[in-house]
């Protein structure tokens, strides 16, 4: 009963060096998600999927790809690591519950990502 | 500007106490809100949520108010539990949908044998 599985659990990079977190759920959810978590800060969107093949940015997309690679998986990128992209990073994927509205999230065990 | 805020970082009660912890929202839109529990080294796990037609939800140990005119969340912990630390956030949505999901910062809680 994996959910939503992420890759690496850590990772730390120097300053404009690039690399791809990955991110596939087996719940067969179609909204895919990745934030990231600031200490003193609540979970900020990345990036969002409604469904395979669409992406759209969040709040902070700012240096940051995305892949919607299928409807299992959504991948996070960045091209050139800064150190202020120093954070945790979460994957989420989600269903609707009653009826038309109120979505759930469920949430992979997230990646420490450090930028030196 | 933080639409949904979390104004205690942590806090701690004995066991077989009760547990509260608040949250201030300032986007009268909201309609929808959540609260996740998130443990060391693992994701954010849904708790209990609640709608705006009500003002109280329960699920066993833990009972969600919501007083609109204040724009005030809380949740309730009885009795609480060591397995209860853990970091608690709350969130909130104008549609229902987790796309537009605002969080808190989160509290600490820690739940004292």
């Known amino acids: 009963n994996a959910g939503v599985t992420q890759t690496p659990k850590f990772q730390v990079l120097k300053t404009g060096q690039s690399m791809t977190l990955q991110c596939a759920q087996d719940m067969n959810h179609n909204s895919m998600y990745w934030y990231r978590q600031d200490p003193g800060m609540g979970l900020r969107l990345i990036y969002y999927?409604?469904?395979?093949?669409?992406?759209d940015k969040g709040e902070v997309p700012n240096g940051y790809n995305v892949s919607r690679l299928n409807k299992r998986e959504f991948s996070l990128r960045l091209e050139s690591a800064a150190p202020s992209q120093t954070s945790v990073y979460f994957c989420?994927?989600?269903?609707?519950?009653?009826?038309?509205?109120?979505?759930?999230?469920?949430f992979g065990s997230g990646t420490q990502l450090s930028v030196l | 500007d933080q639409q949904v805020k979390q104004n205690s970082p942590s806090l701690s009660v004995q066991e077989g106490r009760i547990s509260i912890l608040n949250c201030d929202y300032t986007?009268?839109?909201?309609?929808?809100f959540l609260w996740y529990k998130k443990y060391p080294a693992e994701g954010p796990t849904f708790l209990i949520s609640i709608s705006s037609i009500k003002d109280k939800n329960e699920d066993g140990r833990f009972t969600v108010f919501l007083n609109k005119s204040a724009k005030h969340l809380s949740l309730h912990i009885v009795p609480s539990q060591p397995g209860d630390s853990a970091v608690y956030f709350c969130?909130?949505?104008?549609?229902?949908?987790?796309?537009?999901?605002?969080f808190g910062s989160g509290t600490q809680l820690t739940v004292l044998p």
């Open positions: 986007n009268s839109m909201f309609d929808y």
């Open positions: 989420a994927s989600s269903f609707k519950t009653g009826g038309l509205t109120n979505e759930k999230l469920f």
């Open positions: 969130a909130a949505s104008a549609t229902g949908s987790a796309r537009q999901l605002t």
């Open positions: 999927s409604a469904s395979e093949g669409t992406t």
